[in-house]
């Protein structure tokens, strides 16, 4: 099995690679800096610059699958530049991928494209529970950008290609938020943000890891919610992370004005409510090793 990853230098990318490895599969991945063609061990890599639309098509030699984890970070405030960062880096990137396949002069034997996405496609709603089939009508900056992307992958079935568009939660995992929040643990800073009583949908690194490849495995088709069972308001997760850390949980919350005030249009993600089924994924036979919050802080955080 030879897989092409982009994002591959990411959180994600780099536990997809020491997985996979383990068994023996082949890995060639994108980079925008030709420093790091080597800097993955047991991978090749390749160039691309999305922005000026170029990629070596080299990269698809051989490839079964494409994982594509390419886009910027959301987490910093959201400048009218860095949106456009945002959008391109997940949107047009997949658009070249996509187009690429077309221009190539040998035929590909690519099976799969199997791509991120994210629950912050789905309305905030406190006590709506969301699932894959439900209708999809985005209002918002991250609902639009997250449903052009999910759009955008589709064009692959046009190459006879099994698409496939993972709706990530929050990971859990030793870098991104829990690392953020053990950071301000270590002052006594641990709270929740707005009222506290949105949902989190939240999903363990290694569980995440194990969807992608056994949605390559057992040729899965179409869109799943990649969240554990056990969603959780915000005030009862963050003071089981303040109990798994040994630190103290503040009182009151951070109100929303101030998040705002210092985020700006980015705090929406801080205080938005996403509760959201797992049930697709359960029935296709995945078992979560982290389905408990508790055990999944404890393995992270200690």
Same mark, same amino acid.
């Given at each position: ?106 035929? %590909?034997? &690519?099976? /799969? +494209? ?5 629950? #912050?496609?789905?309305? $905030?709603?406190?006590?709506?529970? !969301? ?120 009182? %009151?919350? &951070?109100? /929303? +004005? ?5 985020? #700006?249009?980015?705090? $929406?993600?801080?205080?938005?409510? !996403? ?28």
């Amino acid at each position: 099995m030879k897989l092409l990853i982009t994002g591959a230098t990411g959180i994600i990318g780099r536990k997809i690679i020491e997985r996979v490895v383990e068994n023996s599969f082949e890995i060639n991945f994108l980079t925008t800096r030709k420093s790091k063609l080597k800097s993955i061990k047991n991978a090749k890599g390749f160039f691309w610059n999305p922005n000026k639309n170029i990629i070596d098509l080299n990269c698809f030699n051989g490839v079964d699958s494409i994982i594509h984890l390419s886009g910027k970070k959301i987490s910093r405030r959201w400048t009218k530049k860095h949106k456009k960062g945002i959008y391109e880096s997940r949107v047009l990137t997949t658009k070249l991928l996509f187009n690429s396949i077309s221009e190539l002069k040998f035929t %590909p034997k &690519i099976k /799969s +494209f199997i791509c991120a996405s994210a629950i #912050g496609i789905y309305k $905030s709603e406190d006590n709506k529970i !969301h699932y894959e089939k439900n209708k999809i009508y985005p209002s918002t900056f991250l609902e639009k950008l997250v449903y052009d992307w999910e759009k955008s992958s589709f064009s692959f079935k046009k190459h006879g290609i099994r698409v496939v568009n993972l709706r990530i939660g929050l990971v859990f995992s030793s870098g991104g938020f829990l690392k953020i929040i053990k950071t301000f643990g270590n002052f006594g800073l641990i709270s929740s943000f707005g009222s506290g009583n949105q949902f989190q949908s939240w999903i363990h690194i290694d569980d995440l890891i194990e969807i992608f490849l056994l949605s390559i495995k057992d040729k899965w088709d179409g869109i799943y919610n990649a969240v554990s069972p056990q969603p959780i308001n915000q005030n009862k997760m963050m003071e089981l992370i303040s109990r798994t850390l040994n630190r103290p949980y503040i009182m %009151p919350n &951070i109100p /929303s +004005f101030f998040l705002n005030v210092i985020f #700006g249009e980015m705090s $929406s993600i801080l205080i938005s409510s !996403h509760r959201v089924s797992s049930e697709k994924v359960l029935q296709k036979g995945f078992v979560f090793k982290y389905a408990d919050i508790e055990k999944a802080l404890k393995d992270i955080l200690n």
